[in-house]
């Protein structure tokens, strides 16, 4: 066999391989801050909803901060920066990032992965637009470089409380919409907050299971 057949035949093996690894592209965020520029009694009474925002891109320090305000590792490597009964952890955090938005970040969503403090690609491509025809076509959503999608399996929770796992997570994805505000609100950013979607759209849109279920989503950028 000569050089070249090697080549043609080792290639119907790695190609498939290394094209799998690019869709899972994985990113670790820069280390949190644990401190701010304003206090807390100052960016609560700041705090707003944001619709229209500025066409300036975030960066990944930006996106590190916010992320770990949500649903970061605060404590024993285990403990979240928000309450969760029993500690069960029900939430997941996804970032559908535009093209050229976020600083050393592919257009795309991702998973948010708290212990490691990394993200995971889940999917390719500029996907704010579909996200806001999702949302009974709030075309606002999408000015903003970042959309971030929360969302909740029940069963982590109703294992243990059985139906009231179920208003238990949502009380969570609140305690993490609030994190988020008021860490943009300290990073001098703003946020969108959106409760009116089509859930399945929105699941089918960023790609993920049907046991993630979305509870809030999260438009972040300029004011
Ligand atoms: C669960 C929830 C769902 C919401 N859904 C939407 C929405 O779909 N579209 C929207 O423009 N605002 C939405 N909002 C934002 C509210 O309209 C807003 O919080 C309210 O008007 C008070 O204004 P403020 O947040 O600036 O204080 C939602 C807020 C919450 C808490």
Redesign the pocket.
């Known amino acids: 066999m000569n050089t070249l057949s090697i080549l043609f035949i080792t290639s119907f093996i790695f190609l498939p391989i290394f094209a799998l690894a690019q869709t899972h592209t994985d990113v670790l965020l820069p280390k949190p801050s644990f401190t701010g520029k304003k206090s807390v009694e100052e960016a609560i009474k700041a705090?707003?909803?944001v619709?229209h925002f500025k066409a300036k891109a975030l960066n990944l320090e930006q996106l590190s901060q916010i992320l770990w305000a949500a649903y970061g590792v605060t404590a024993n490597g285990f403990y979240k920066s928000v309450p969760s009964a029993g500690a069960l952890y029900p939430l997941d955090i996804w970032v559908a990032a535009g093209k050229n938005e976020v600083e050393g970040l592919q257009a795309g969503v991702y998973h948010y992965i708290p212990k490691a403090h990394r993200l995971t690609q889940v999917k390719a491509g500029e996907l704010r637009d579909d996200i806001a025809r999702a949302?009974?076509y709030?075309s606002w959503m999408a000015e903003a470089p970042v959309i971030l999608i929360i969302t909740g399996e029940y069963e982590r929770c109703t294992r243990k409380y059985g139906e009231r796992g179920i208003p238990y997570t949502y009380i969570e994805a609140?305690h993490a919409?609030q994190n988020i505000f008021l860490q943009a609100e300290v990073l001098g950013l703003g946020i969108?907050?959106?409760?009116?979607?089509h859930n399945d759209v929105v699941q089918k849109v960023l790609g993920i299971g049907k046991v993630y279920d979305p509870i809030?989503i999260m438009s972040v950028g300029y004011k």
Not at 192 to 197: D, H, L, M, R, S
């Open positions: 705090r707003r909803t619709r949302s009974l709030q609140g919409g969108g907050i959106v409760g009116a979607f809030l």
